[in-house]
């Protein structure tokens, strides 16, 4: 919407100058044309600058000093508008001032020698006139010339006093309307220098002192830009500082971590003897469990040998009773018999030994009760033994089985202790490899932040500092907006000045000339 308006302005500036323009140009072709043709360029100049400060103060109308991307535009498109309109006033003056002002000043100098010519040759025509009428009554009244020889003379010389008489007065008509002339455009063109001098010095003058009030903060913003300018190289300096910390702390870092794969690497060889003795273990518990299957296969074979043991010791032992118990008939009968047949010996051969065979019988009766009960305490031992042996064999059996039990539920404790163990351990390694990884996690986010802390500090500082340099550029914008418009009423004034001096040499021209040219006319 305000560049809008700064365009619309520009065109209606234009378009004012234009017409100024071409009204001077009208007063100048104008037949009867007046004073005010001499104010043209100074209003066409007055007209430029005042669309000049119109533009400058519609661009700093909307300005933002916090907002300075949007207000830009703004105020270039002001300034377009300024300087614009100030170009075409100025261009629009200068080509006045050299192409149609000369012709009006020609065009007044022409009118003023025609009116003095026309008047002269008016007075000339009535000379003529009256010089004919003069011949005229010389020649018809040639006799009369004679007689008013003396008269003639007198009206020649009267003539002539008159004649000398009007060119003076038309000498000092001349003099007088050319001066009063002279006179009356430096006085208008003084009014207008000292008005437009006078406007250009009220105007000006608060920029003058605001120019110096500029330079004043000039100077200090020089010293601001140089504590500003050490601020920055001590931030530059602190931030540095913290990029080797950052670089230390990441070499830190960087050694730690090249710790990890070699932790890594032990943790493999680890792992991998640990691998070697779970397959060394898990063959060995192979083993333990193909022996424990065979010895489960082999208790119904020992079973039925130690069965078949037992069968066999039983029909050996009662084999061996039988025998025993068969031999000791055998024995006994025999040893019956015999004595029997040495008693009926004893009997038939002495009848004095009667007592001796008595005794004899009596220790037979003895040896074959000591038989029988050596018999019946071998049939006890025996069956004794049989049943120990029993005994012993079962517990034998029993043993076996239990300590095949034992052999496996120590080694499936010894398997479960061993993965416990290993799961420990894993874990164990897990927990450091977790605590090593954090520790590095909270080394690495502990330096993060600190570079964090150094960047922002700087980015604070930068910031400060840009905020600061954008208010010292927006002062500089406005002191070099000052120093343009100062620049521009200099170059005014100066314009103005070369004006005034100007006018002053065409009126001591216009001063020196036309006399000369009016003697020369009357001449």
């Not at 608060?206 to 050490?230: G, H, I, P, T």
């Not at 084999?319 to 009997?347: H, I, R």
Request: overall charge negative.
């Amino acid at each position: 919407m305000q560049d809008n308006l700064n365009y619309v302005m520009l065109y209606v500036s234009l378009a004012v100058l234009t017409i100024g323009f071409i009204w001077g140009i009208f007063l100048v072709n104008k037949d009867n044309s007046s004073n005010v043709v001499v104010t043209v360029p100074g209003l066409l100049t007055s007209g430029g600058v005042f669309f000049t400060f119109f533009g400058v103060a519609l661009g700093l109308y909307d300005f933002d000093p916090d907002d300075l991307n949007n207000s830009i535009s703004t105020l270039l498109s002001g300034l377009t508008l300024a300087f614009w309109s100030s170009i075409v006033g100025m261009g629009f003056s200068m080509l006045f001032k050299m192409c149609y002002l000369p012709k009006y000043y020609s065009k007044q100098s022409q009118l003023t020698a025609d009116d003095m010519q026309n008047v002269l040759c008016s007075q000339l025509s009535e000379s003529k006139a009256h010089h004919q009428s003069s011949q005229k009554l010389l020649s018809e009244l040639v006799s009369e010339m004679q007689r008013l020889r003396a008269y003639s003379s007198q009206e020649h010389a009267q003539s002539q006093e008159s004649f000398n008489k009007l060119t003076n007065e038309i000498n000092l008509f001349s003099s007088s309307v050319s001066s009063q002339a002279s006179q009356q455009i430096a006085e208008s063109l003084q009014s207008s220098i000292e008005g437009f001098n006078q406007g250009l010095m009220g105007q000006f003058g608060a920029n003058f002192q605001r120019l110096d009030e500029s330079v004043l903060k000039m100077l200090q913003w020089q010293q601001q830009y140089k504590l500003q300018v050490e601020q920055l190289t001590s931030a530059f300096e602190h931030a540095v500082e913290s990029v080797v910390a950052t670089e230390q702390s990441l070499s830190v870092i960087s050694n730690h971590t090249q710790a990890i794969p070699d932790a890594m690497v032990r943790l493999s060889e680890i792992t991998d003897t640990w691998n070697q003795q779970i397959t060394e273990l898990d063959q060995r518990l192979e083993a333990f469990s193909t022996m424990r299957d065979k010895a489960v296969q082999a208790m119904p074979e020992l079973q039925k040998q130690l069965d078949e043991l037992c069968q066999r010791v039983d029909k050996s032992i009662l084999n061996t009773c039988e025998s025993l118990e068969k031999g000791v008939l055998k024995a006994s009968t025999e040893l019956q018999d015999k004595a029997l047949a040495l008693s009926e010996k004893l009997v038939e051969a002495t009848d004095g030994i009667g007592g001796d065979l008595s005794n004899a019988s009596g220790q037979i009766e003895s040896m074959t009760n000591h038989l029988a009960e050596s018999s019946d305490k071998i049939k006890e031992t025996l069956h004794d033994s049989i049943s120990q042996l029993e005994d012993k064999l079962n517990s034998l059996v029993n043993g076996t089985k239990e300590d095949v039990l034992d052999i496996s539920k120590t080694l499936s404790n010894v398997n479960e202790s061993l993965i416990e163990k290993h799961r420990e351990q894993l874990d164990k390694s897990e927990q450091l490899l977790i605590k090593a990884h954090d520790s590095i996690d909270k080394r690495i986010e502990e330096t993060m932040n600190q570079q964090m802390m150094g960047s922002l500090q700087v980015q604070n500082t930068i910031k400060s500092h840009l905020v600061e340099s954008s208010a010292v550029f927006h002062q500089n914008i406005q002191l070099e907006l000052e120093r343009i418009l100062t620049d521009l009423g200099k170059g005014l004034l100066d314009i103005t000045a070369e004006y005034s001096k100007a006018a002053q040499r065409l009126n001591k021209e216009l001063h020196r000339f036309e006399p000369v040219e009016v003697l020369e006319e009357a001449s």
